[in-house]
């Protein structure tokens, strides 16, 4: 079994912060995202749209809705305006 490497140079840090969900409400909505459109989380970066995996306007609502079951109050516009994970 091989570790992982940690980040030595603030490059690789920033590389991982680009890319790995950075707050709790990133990562659910990760995962949301990756259960709505059958992908895995983890190719999923934080710098993605939903549209570069499929996602379209049927997989904004539906997204706006496991949002809202999750207590998280997100709509459709929302989500259509700022279709990056991140934001």
Same mark, same amino acid.
Request: aromatic share 10%; with cysteine; proline share 6%.
């Given at each position: !079994? ?10 690789? #840090?920033? !590389? $991982?912060?680009?890319?790995?969900? &950075?707050? +709790?409400?990133?990562? *659910?909505?990760? &995962?949301?995202? @990756?259960?709505? $459109? ?5 190719? %999923?970066?934080? +710098?993605?749209? *939903?549209?570069? !995996? ?5 997989? %904004? *609502?539906? $997204?706006? &809705?496991?949002?809202? &079951?999750?207590?998280?109050? #997100?709509? @459709?516009?929302?989500? !259509?305006? +700022?279709? *990056?994970?991140?934001?």
């Amino acid at each position: !079994f091989k570790s992982p490497s940690v980040p030595s140079t603030n490059k690789d #840090l920033a !590389f $991982l912060e680009s890319v790995y969900p &950075q707050s +709790t409400e990133e990562a *659910i909505l990760q &995962q949301l995202w @990756a259960n709505l $459109l059958h992908v895995k989380p983890y190719e %999923i970066d934080r +710098t993605d749209s *939903i549209f570069s !995996f499929g996602g379209d306007s049927v997989s %904004i *609502i539906l $997204l706006a &809705q496991r949002c809202r &079951q999750e207590g998280y109050d #997100l709509n @459709a516009n929302q989500m !259509f305006n +700022t279709p *990056i994970l991140k934001d």
